[in-house]
C-alpha cells in the first residue's frame, strides 16, 4: 500500500480513537457507540490485512497522548515536578496505555491465521477479549480507563452493564470487532453487518431485561452537594468555616431538612485540609447535630506514613464518625507501585513518601437514621478508586449500600477531557450495582447518576455551585453487583482460546 493511504489509515484511527473517547459526544451518545463499535473493526481489518502492526501501534499511542496531554503539564505545574521529567513521564506512561489494544491484536491475528475456520475466528476473538480484560483489570492502565464507557454512552445500552458488567462490554466490542474484521478481510461483508446486528441484538435484549430485574423497597432522601472550586495545592485559610458558610446557605434557601426524610449533604474530596480530621473530637457531630444532617467530606488526614492520607469522613447524630480511607491510590501519584522493595527503591528514587493504602470492613459504609423505615447505608468512593469495578464490588459485599458516592477533587483537571471521561465512567458503577451514585466534585461535573444510567445533574468544570435534589429509588438486585459474572466470563474466554489451541495442537501433529 502507498505511503500516504498508510498515513489516511492512521489519521483515521486516531480521529475515531478520539470520537470513541469524547464524552459527552455528539448526538446523544450515538457518536461515541458507533466509534467504538467501528475501530477495532478497523483495527482488526488492518493487522489481518496488512500486517502493519507497528502503524497500529502508533495510532493508538498518538490517540492515548491526546486523550491525556493534559497529565505533564499538569503534574508538572502543580505537583511541583520538572516540566522535562514529567513530560518523559507522560511519554512512559502513552507507551505504557498503548500495548493492550496491540498485544490483543497480535494474539488474535496468530490465532487465526493458525486456523482460519470459525474455531479460529472464534479463538482469535476470545484471544483479544481477554488480553483487553486481563490488561484493563490487573495489568495495564496508570489511571484507569476503558473501552466500555463508549458503548455505555447511550443509557439503554449501557442498562446490559447490569449482567455483565465493565469487563463483559469490553469482552463483547473486541470480540465484534475481531469477528467483524475477520469478515472485512475476506470481504465478506453480509456477515460482517450479521455480527453487527447480533451485537446490538444481544445488548439490546440483556437492556430489555434490565427491567425485569428485582428492586428492593423505595428510599427517600435529599442529596446536598457543595462545589466550591478550590484551587490545587493552595492553603485555603478556614476551609471549615467557608465550606459550612456555603452549605447553610444552601440548606435555608432549600428549606432543608424535611421532617419526612433525611437530608446528605456532601463535600468533595480535600474539600477540608485546614487540621487534621483523623482525631475522634472534634465537635464534628454537633457541627452535624445543629444542622440535623448527615454529612460526608473528603480530607487529608495523614498524620505519618503509617496512617492514611486520602480519607472520607461522616457525621451524623448518635453514631460515631465514619472514616474510610482510599482504598486503591493512585500509582505514582499517590502510592508506588509493586511489593515493598520495588516501592522503597522507587520512592528513594523520586523523592516520594507513598501513602498508607485503606481497608475494607464490614464498617465501610456510612450508616444514616431514618425518620421512618430502615437505616440508608451510604458506600463512598475516592476519587480515581471510583473507576475500579472490582473495588464497588467488594466494597458492597463487605458493608453493604443503598447508594454509591463519589468524592474527588478534579480540579487538577481543569476544562481537560479528563474531567468528562472520569464521570462517563463512574456512570458504569451506578448500573453495575443498580444504585444511584452521588459524584461531588471540587471544580465540575457534580451529580446523581441514577440506577438507570441517566444523569440527574452535570455541572460544568471550573466553576462553584450548590444544589440539592429530592432522590427517591429502589435498590436493583443485579447480577454485576457480584463478582461471579467477571469469572464466569473469564472461564468462557478461557474456553473460546482452548478449543483453538487444541485444534492447532492437533493440525501440528502434537
Known amino acids: 500500500m502507498k505511503l500516504w493511504l498508510v498515513l489516511l489509515e492512521a489519521v483515521s484511527f486516531i480521529l475515531l480513537f478520539q470520537a470513541t473517547f469524547r464524552w459527552p459526544g455528539l448526538f446523544g451518545g450515538w457518536l461515541e457507540a458507533i466509534a467504538v463499535l467501528l475501530l477495532p473493526v478497523l483495527l482488526a481489518r488492518s493487522m489481518f490485512k496488512d500486517n502493519r502492526w507497528w502503524m497500529i501501534w502508533i495510532s493508538i499511542f498518538v490517540g492515548v497522548m491526546l486523550l491525556t496531554i493534559w497529565m505533564p503539564p499538569t503534574i508538572a505545574s ?3 515536578i520538572p516540566t522535562g521529567l514529567s513530560f518523559f513521564a507522560g511519554l512512559l506512561l502513552w507507551i505504557y496505555d498503548s500495548l493492550p489494544p496491540l498485544l490483543a491484536l497480535l494474539l488474535a491475528r496468530y490465532i487465526w491465521k493458525k486456523n482460519c475456520g470459525w474455531r479460529g475466528i472464534t479463538g482469535a476473538a476470545c484471544g483479544a477479549a481477554m488480553v483487553m480484560v486481563v490488561c484493563d483489570t490487573w495489568l495495564l492502565h496508570i489511571y484507569p480507563w476503558t473501552w466500555a464507557t463508549a458503548l455505555a454512552s447511550l443509557p439503554f445500552f449501557g442498562r446490559a452493564a447490569a449482567f455483565i458488567g465493565t469487563e463483559g462490554f469490553t469482552a463483547l466490542i473486541w ?25 446490538l441484538a444481544l445488548i439490546s435484549t440483556m437492556s430489555g431485561a434490565w ?24 492553603h485555603v485559610p478556614n476551609q471549615l468555616a467557608d465550606m459550612w458558610s456555603r452549605s447553610d446557605a ?3 434557601k432549600d428549606g432543608l431538612p424535611k421532617q419526612d426524610r433525611p437530608t446528605l449533604l456532601l463535600w468533595p474530596e480535600s474539600s477540608v485540609t485546614d487540621g487534621n480530621y483523623l482525631q475522634p473530637n472534634l465537635g464534628l457531630a454537633e457541627i452535624a447535630l445543629d444542622r440535623n444532617v448527615a454529612w460526608l467530606f473528603g480530607t487529608d488526614g495523614w ?46 528514587i523520586a523523592g516520594f513518601k507513598s501513602c498508607a493504602v485503606g481497608e475494607l470492613s464490614i464498617n465501610s459504609s456510612f450508616l444514616i437514621p431514618c425518620q421512618t423505615g430502615e437505616s440508608i447505608k451510604v458506600h463512598s468512593l475516592i476519587c480515581s478508586e471510583a473507576l475500579v469495578p472490582q473495588r464497588v ?14 468524592h474527588t477533587n478534579d480540579a487538577w483537571f481543569e476544562t481537560s477531557i479528563a474531567a468528562d471521561l472520569h464521570a462517563s465512567m463512574v456512570r458504569l458503577r451506578a448500573l453495575e450495582a443498580g444504585l444511584p451514585l452521588t459524584r461531588v466534585t471540587m471544580s465540575g461535573r457534580s451529580g446523581i447518576v441514577r440506577e438507570d444510567g441517566t444523569w440527574l445533574h452535570f455541572s460544568d468544570v471550573m466553576t462553584e455551585g450548590a444544589w440539592s435534589f429530592e432522590l427517591r429509588w429502589r435498590p436493583i438486585h443485579t447480577p454485576a453487583s457480584t463478582s461471579w459474572p467477571f469469572y464466569l466470563l473469564l ?9 483453538s489451541i487444541l485444534i492447532i495442537n492437533k493440525r501440528n501433529g502434537k
Open 175 to 199: 470480540i465484534h470487532g475481531v469477528i467483524a474484521g475477520c469478515f472485512v478481510v475476506k470481504k465478506n461483508y453480509r456477515n460482517a453487518i450479521t455480527s453487527t446486528i447480533c451485537l
Open 303 to 348: 498524620i505519618d506514613r503509617k496512617s492514611p492520607y486520602n480519607v472520607v469522613r461522616g457525621e451524623v447524630a448518635g453514631h460515631e464518625p465514619f472514616l474510610q480511607a482510599k482504598v486503591i491510590p493512585m500509582p505514582f501519584g499517590e502510592r508506588m507501585p509493586g511489593p515493598e522493595w520495588i516501592r522503597n527503591w522507587l520512592e528513594k
Open 211 to 234: 427491567y425485569l430485574l428485582p428492586r428492593g423497597s423505595e428510599l427517600a432522601m435529599d442529596i446536598a452537594i457543595i462545589q466550591p472550586n478550590y484551587p490545587v495545592n493552595s
Open 78 to 80: 502543580k505537583g511541583g
Open 250 to 252: 444552601l440548606l435555608h
Open 491 to 499: 472461564l468462557l474466554l478461557t474456553i473460546g482460546i482452548g478449543q
Open 393 to 406: 464490588r467488594t466494597g458492597l459485599a463487605m458493608a453493604g449500600g443503598d447508594l454509591l458516592t463519589e
